[in-house]
């Protein structure tokens, strides 16, 4: 009666046991196969680091040292409409080595597109902007964006006109991003070639579109390693604070890929991320 006992208290507990590992395997897989944290990470770094160079250029093409309360471009847009009316810019095309600052202030100061920005960004190149291989050097200074403080390096060089006749930039980024309240630090690297499809003759940046092209690897907030491709060239018009369309797949290491889609809804914030077979809706930043 006692060894009965002993073997079936046995199966009892082999059962026990197989039935909380595959629950826990599925927990697993089920967490994993719905995690849209590294695309989400990835448009986060993407959004604001193409934001930097939109700035740098509607601040080049202002043209001299002014606030942008009072700025207008030769469309009679203003300027502020891109940066904000708390904004200062001081430009320096005197010397060999140009500068240019543009000052948030400390405080944070809120933007048309609704986000929140306080420090400098800093920019400096050899020669006019426009010219084949000039490389504008951008670096920040205590630069927040919604309290994520944005940091590294970011390197544009001009690689003159494609056979469209449109001209071609080269993005290189090595940066962090530190979001707000301590959600961990998130890391990114890119080689992005950026295409100025319409609007290079005016000088307005507001009609101006973007096809974006390239690949990058990161690290998430959660610490979560992963590598970028962009499938369908990523469309930005300037006029708009979000990518319009285009796709691209995040791929976290021993996981599976996400494809994050930008849709083709026009100007908002909607995406979405597809994992194997299954589709979420995301709100992108």
């Not at 002014?66 to 203003?78: C, K, P």
């Not at 449109?166 to 940066?175: A, F, P, Q, S």
């Not at 990523?234 to 319009?244: A, S």
Request: proline residues 2%; contains cysteine.
């Amino acid at each position: 009666m006692q060894t009965k006992r002993s073997i079936l208290l046995g199966i009892m507990s082999c059962c026990l046991i197989a039935t909380t590992f595959t629950a826990c395997k599925k927990d697993s897989k089920d967490k994993t196969d719905s995690d849209t944290v590294p695309a989400q990470d990835n448009s986060l770094a993407e959004g604001n680091y193409n934001d930097v160079n939109m700035m740098v250029d509607a601040s080049v093409n202002a043209g001299a040292s002014f606030t942008f309360r009072q700025a207008t471009n030769e469309s009679g847009a203003r300027v502020e409409d891109v940066l904000g009316g708390c904004t200062k810019v001081t430009l320096d095309t005197a010397n060999t080595a140009c500068t240019l600052t543009i000052d948030f202030g400390t405080t944070n100061c809120k933007g048309p597109d609704e986000r929140y920005r306080r420090g400098k960004i800093l920019a400096t190149w050899n020669g006019k902007y426009r010219d084949k291989n000039t490389v504008v050097n951008i670096t920040f200074d205590n630069y927040f964006v919604n309290d994520n403080q944005i940091k590294g390096t970011h390197k544009t060089t001009n690689l003159g006109y494609n056979t469209a006749q449109h001209l071609v930039y080269k993005i290189e980024v090595d940066g962090s991003i530190v979001k707000a309240n301590n959600g961990g630090t998130i890391l990114w690297k890119s080689t992005r070639e950026r295409e100025w499809v319409t609007g290079s003759n005016t000088l307005s940046i507001l009609d101006d579109t973007y096809s974006i092209t390239g690949s990058a690897s990161g690290t998430t907030a959660e610490g979560s390693a992963y590598t970028i491709t962009i499938t369908q060239p990523l469309v930005r018009k300037m006029n708009c604070y979000w990518f319009e369309s285009g796709k691209l797949n995040v791929t976290p290491a021993g996981r599976l890929t996400r494809t994050l889609d930008y849709g083709n809804t026009g100007c908002d914030s909607k995406g979405t991320v597809t994992i194997g077979n299954t589709t979420f809706d995301v709100t992108l930043p």
